[in-house]
T-cell receptor
Framework: ETGVTQSPTHLIKTRGQQVTLRCSSQSGHNTVSWYQQALGQGPQFIFQYYREEENGRGNFPPRFSGLQFPNYSSELNVNALELDDSALYLC??????????????FGPGTRLTVL | GESVGLHLPTLSVQEGDNSIINCAYSNSASDYFIWYKQESGKGPQFIIDIRSNMDKRQGQRVTVLLNKTVKHLSLQIAATQPGDSAVYFCAETDTNAGKSTFGDGTTLTVKP
């Protein structure tokens, strides 16, 4: 059983650019959630994808968007990057419908720095 | 080295002591709660969970207590070890909305 993986591990961008972060979910999991974690704070929920559709969204602007693919892997896209977007972006996978909704397994994260 | 009831951003305990980490949640609709441990440079790691129809759940060296009346959650760690040093987060989940909200973390430091 493989765990959650994310790529890249680190990324540096400049204001106004666009970025795509990738996540491979744990084997057998059909749901992916994305979180933003600023330094010294708890993760903030961005959105969740289930069966390739957005299944819930936090308080993030539309320039944060995502995709989930048939193999349940996922992408997080951020357009028009701002300095405050600098953070650790975490992907978590879970298995909806298994009776263990909410138990999420996190990847190591992608550290995004916006200059 | 224990704190009861009040959320503290940091907690320092002696190796071998018991630790209690507290968390307040806000959403009455939350029906599932998880404690996570996050070490430096890593993603959060699942420790223990509890559903809203329970008051207490025990794992290996850890116990979670849920008080729905005051919307309070606590994590008890028995015989705390240096390897327990990390940031601990509670998360409340409204499974119908598919959304998890993390609380403020507590940095636990275990002194040898």
């Amino acid at each position: 059983e493989t765990g959650v993986t994310q790529s890249p591990t680190h990324l540096i961008k400049t204001r106004g650019q666009q970025v795509t972060l990738r996540c491979s979910s744990q084997s057998g999991h059909n749901t992916v959630s994305w979180y933003q974690q600023a330094l010294g704070q708890g993760p903030q929920f961005i959105f969740q994808y289930y069966r390739e559709e957005e299944n819930g969204r936090g308080n993030f602007p539309p320039r944060f968007s995502g995709l989930q693919f048939p193999n349940y892997s996922s992408e997080l896209n951020v357009n028009a990057l701002e300095l405050d977007d600098s953070a650790l972006y975490l992907c978590a996978s879970s298995s909806m419908g298994s009776g263990r909704v909410g138990e999420q397994f996190f990847g190591p994260g992608t550290r995004l720095t916006v200059l | 080295g224990e704190s009861v009831g009040l959320h503290l951003p940091t907690l320092s305990v002696q190796e071998g002591d018991n630790s209690i980490i507290n968390c307040a949640y806000s959403n009455s609709a939350s029906d599932y709660f998880i404690w996570y441990k996050q070490e430096s440079g890593k993603g959060p790691q699942f420790i223990i969970d509890i559903r809203s129809n329970m008051d207490k759940r025990q794992g290996q060296r850890v116990t979670v207590l849920l008080n729905k009346t005051v919307k309070h959650l606590s994590l008890q760690i028995a015989a705390t070890q240096p390897g327990d040093s990390a940031v601990y987060f509670c998360a409340e989940t409204d499974t119908n909305a598919g959304k998890s909200t993390f609380g403020d973390g507590t940095t636990l430091t275990v002194k040898p």
